[in-house]
């Protein structure tokens, strides 16, 4: 069954670095677009960055550009999060999801696949 696992996250304080990791299961994912989203209390799930497996295309939130690097490592089925000048805005649950859909990519609604999410917290 096809998985994706969450870990990295936790407390930083503002201007610190976490690096989210999200271990995909199976090489299945390996035809998807890879997505990072989050979710702070109160808050619809929000798009911050994704990447295409196949032609390593990414994208990105205005909000992070410059500050978070969304990357994949091939040998080990992951998807990495590097999230630096950490804001407190930046304070949500952060949830790794993988897309069929091209056109789907900004729509957390259309995700095929998702994990469990892991809580940052930015906070002095």
């Known amino acids: 069954q096809a998985q994706l696992v969450e870990s990295g996250g936790g407390l930083v304080l503002p201007g610190g670095s976490l690096r989210l990791s999200c271990a995909a299961s199976s090489h299945t994912f390996k035809s998807y677009v890879m997505g990072w989203f989050r979710q702070a209390p109160g808050k619809v799930r929000e798009f911050v960055a994704a990447?295409?497996?196949?032609?390593?295309?990414?994208y990105y939130t205005d909000s992070v550009k410059g500050r978070f690097t969304i990357s994949i490592d091939n040998a080990k089925n992951t998807v990495y999060l590097q999230m630096n000048s950490l804001k407190p805005e930046d304070t949500a649950i952060y949830y790794c999801?993988?897309?069929?859909?091209?056109?789907?990519?900004?729509?957390?609604?259309?995700?095929?696949?998702w994990g469990q999410g892991t809580q940052v917290t930015v906070s002095s």
């Open positions: 990447m295409q497996w196949t032609t390593g295309s990414t």
């Open positions: 999801g993988a897309v069929y859909r091209r056109s789907s990519i900004f729509k957390s609604d259309e995700y095929d696949y």
